[in-house]
């Protein structure tokens, strides 16, 4: 028997749901209207910027002083290549928002969250956020948006500013893995003795094991192909003809290599997820050698990938971060 699909936010175990009250529906109406005001604001702002510089060049087409002349110069390039991209990634921030606030107008549902602020899972900014809101308090609860995945609230104080996290599901470890906890054995190793065992996958655990698989589509191919293609017609046309320093030849040597490396790690990852999953099963390793350790010790981690599983019969962090959305 397997227990229940386990939800998560920022790696945090979902306890339960709430709906949000018209009050706080209004307000997320308002935070989106805001949103697409200071969006159009950064907008216009780049506007401004490129429009200024334009009439700057024009106005100092004339004869002009060098310095005068370089310091224009400067200050145009600053404005389009530096400030105007910088208003519009602000805008597109703004944006991004706006739209995550109005996919929450398709549900009211509010996800509660309880945990140790230790359990938090989140990327590094976001997370450092979670933590300095939480406190001084070792235990944190969690209200966030279902639709959009939005902090709505932490330990009850409402979020002036949006955090998005994570959300996804994840398969329960059957009862038997409680009991093969138990009867782990000695094994000697080169590297030593580990108390070691190991049990069977479920169904679900499987099934999303597969959903990690990395997969590389074929337009991923054929961009590494081509970089490869590119960055090889460059060499060979440098060895016959050398001209000073191919600076676009070693761009496209070094973009090619960044390429394969990925391509290679993607397929060695995807390689030995496969072997995990023709073989269906995790070890078990009870780092404790008490005979009475407790339980939460216990780490199950995919022998070929190597990579931890559950920790204290819970889902390990980077299920709890990545796993399929529930």
């Known amino acids: 028997m397997t227990d229940a699909a386990h939800d998560w936010c920022a790696g945090l175990r979902v306890t339960r ?4 009250t018209v009050a706080e529906f209004r307000r997320i109406q308002l935070g989106r209207r805001v949103n697409l005001v200071k969006a159009s604001a950064w907008l216009l702002a780049a506007l401004v910027i ?15 002083e060098p310095l005068v002349a370089n310091a224009l110069l400067i200050l145009v390039s600053l404005g389009i290549f530096l400030g105007a991209p910088l208003c519009i990634v602000m805008s597109n921030d703004y944006f991004k928002l706006a739209a995550l606030l109005k996919r929450q107008y398709r549900d009211s549902e509010v996800l509660v969250c309880e945990g ?5 899972v989140a990327e590094p900014p976001e997370l450092e956020h979670l933590r300095r ?14 639709q959009s995945r939005l ?11 949006w955090v998005v996290v994570q959300r996804g599901r994840t398969a329960g470890a059957p009862d038997q893995a409680r009991l093969a906890a138990q009867y782990v054995k000695p094994v000697e190793t080169e590297d ?13 655990e499987c099934s999303e094991l597969r959903a990690y698989l990395p997969r590389v589509k074929l337009a991923g191919f054929v961009i590494v192909l081509v970089m490869n293609v590119v960055a090889v017609a460059h060499l060979v046309a440098h060895l016959r ?14 973009v090619a290599g960044w390429c394969d490396v990925n391509l290679v790690f993607a397929m060695r990852a995807r390689r030995k997820m496969l072997q995990d999953l023709r073989g269906r099963y995790v070890v078990i390793y009870q780092p404790d050698p008490a005979p009475n350790a407790s339980q939460e010790s ?16 819970r889902a390990a962090a980077w299920r709890r971060l990545h796993g399929p959305t529930g």
Request: charged content about 15%; aromatic content about 6%.
């Open 17 to 20: 749901s709430r709906l949000l």
């Open 50 to 64: 490129l429009v200024a510089c334009a009439a700057v060049l024009g106005i100092s087409s004339g004869p002009r």
């Open 116 to 120: 140790a602020v230790a359990d938090l």
């Open 133 to 146: 809101e939480s406190g001084e308090s070792y235990e944190v609860v969690l209200e966030v948006l279902k």
């Open 151 to 161: 902090v709505w609230s932490v330990n009850g104080h409402l979020q002036e500013s």
């Open 192 to 204: 030593g003795t580990f108390r070691l065992h190991q049990r069977p996958l479920s169904e679900g």
């Open 241 to 254: 003809k050398p001209q000073g320093l191919p600076l676009m030849g070693i761009v496209m040597v070094t």
């Open 298 to 313: 216990v780490v199950e981690y995919l022998p070929n990938a190597g990579t931890e599983w559950t920790s204290g019969g």
